[in-house]
């Protein structure tokens, strides 16, 4: 008896195995379609950015096969691989590095903290796993559709979804680098950024009024603290309505933003999606009339609690929801205002179900994306909405590059935005799991991101934001954010010795531009990350799979925050380079790649003072006598580069009889000219051996 019940038990909750079509859409990239596939309820595709066509038919020989099923009534489907393969990506998520064994759900979520769910359902979500197997093989899986779904990282693999049945996309490369750059080619890439996004960013939870913000950049030009941006959150709106300033604290805000470009500072304010339904209050207005909100299932528009109070959420499925929506940024950027910050986009409804909308709201689409209920479109709301944000703040100022910052987010919406990994906690704990975190996000095809630097609730200390900084200075997105209720986090807040500290580190990440800069248009090209794990550098190094306190900086710095322990470092003569003649203590410890050429510069105080025309060629021999590198340079802001303004060069390093180093400089790619000064940096034994500077093509340092 127990046995038949049993059997019956098996057979509702797994059916059989569903008939399926396949085929290659490119040589390494295959497409599976379930037997019941409903176009219909997935299609168009939001993260893929082309349509996928068969080309040739599946080999017999291909490796990961997806198989669908339904699971617990659900449409699911099942991969089996190797048990020695490590897993990575799932986008944003808690928890070590690797991702075996773990179970997550994709079901945006303004989780504060990480602590609801047990950190498994967080801002974002990225239907995405990267395996890379024993031999450095490596496979990705894609599954395509936006409805909510668990991802269970075991043997098999399962993805069950709370929808229709879904395609599945599978690449198959040698390495996991080449998984990156088939995602990329899928979903897309970020765009090249403004410079200025790549400089120090200060934030607070809120600067007001707005002469405290003024205060705030005085402080860092005072005390030479290089900064970039500095953030404005809800405190600058009138009763926290979208698109207003509060006229007691923000009475002149292009004032201020004419203050802040006086001293070379980038603005950047935030814009939610809930409308405080308020009638007289303009967007709330032009919404009604325009017929924009999300709806309930009585057919009227969708209420709920946000800062405001009570607010209307826009459709971004609708396109003249988009249109309207980016229509609304033209007078708010003619303020001076440089970047917009969409927050609270996941949606995040303080008096709704889980946080959020009800999934049985409805969106109406058009003619891009069909009609759905929230369960389809929640995942992609946060991105609908930035798209639209980035298509107004370019309508605005369509002669420079848009910058868009989303705590929520869907795989794709590198497209679209930036991102942080949202309310984290001013621990070490937290400091700890940011590596693991950004570097999961890059694998997810997010390059651009990083923590709040210093954690957002919580109050840091001295000891604590002196590693956060020191380690902070390398994200790709390096942002200090705090909320209201915590002591002050600037970098003077912690006394002197913090002070200087936070100086040192973010002077380094100034030194770096030349670097990093290159790095974000490689990002912007291949989609290679920014930020990689350390078993990058050797990928058939299996020691190497699960090092998560440090990462690697493109392919050819190592960053080791100082609290790391026992890092597992990969083989060869990595050479620590020593900017400073004085240790604090705190730096993170930074190794150039053997056989790696990193251009740097001289310390600014803004991206605005930068300037590739005096450059120092920081050089490491590998066991061969040769070293390679790279830099891209241009207008830092426009889209000249586009027609061919800038200058891409290439750096060549090799050693003449034991007793002279050369460097050959040659640019490879654009039409910008400018003139430009080297030396070489010979990084040896922890010492720095120069050259001096010169103008010629052909660069020697006698040993």
Known sequence: MFFRIFISILFLSVSNIQAQSSFLAEKDIAVFYPKDFDSVQTLPSLAIIHPLKRKMNLPTDWKTIPIFKTINGKNSIEIQYEKSTDLYGTGEVTGSLRRNGKEITLWNTDNGNYLQYNGDRLYQSHPWILGVREDGTSFGIIADHTWKQEIKLDHPIQMISEGPSFRVIIIEKDSPQEVLKSLAKLTGTIDLPPLWALGYQQSRFSYYPQKQAASIVDEFREREIPLDVLWMDINYMDGFRIFTFDPKGYPDPKKLNDYLHQNNVRSVFMIDPGVKKEEGYFVYDQGTKGNHWTLAENNQAFTGKVWPGQCVFPDYTREETQNWWASLYKDFMSLGIDGVWNDMNEPSVFDGTNGSMPATNMHRGSKKLPAGNHLRYHNVYGMLMVKATREGI???????????????????????????????????????????MSINLSLSGQPFNGPDIGGFSGDANPELFGQWIALGAYYPFSRNHTSTETVAQEPWAFGKEIENVSRTAINRRYQLLPYLYTLFREASITGMPIMRPIFFADIKDNTLRAEEQAFLLGENLMIIPRWAKNVHEPKGNWQEIKFENKDDGYQSIIKLKPGGIVPISQVVQSTEDYSANRITLLVNLDEEGYAKGDLYDDEKDGFSYREGNFSYFKYEADLINDTQLKVSVKQIEGNRNIEQYYRIGWVKEGEIHYSNWSSSKNIQLKL
Do not use: C, H
């Not at 869907?410 to 935005?417: D, E, H, I, P, V």
């Not at 949202?422 to 693991?436: A, H, Q, R």
């Open 394 to 436: 370019l309508n605005a100022n369509p002669n420079k590059r848009p910058f868009v910052l989303s705590r929520s987010n869907f795989m794709g919406g590198q497209r679209y935005a930036a991102t942080w990994t949202g309310d984290n906690k001013s621990t070490f704990n937290y400091l700890k799991e940011s590596i693991p």
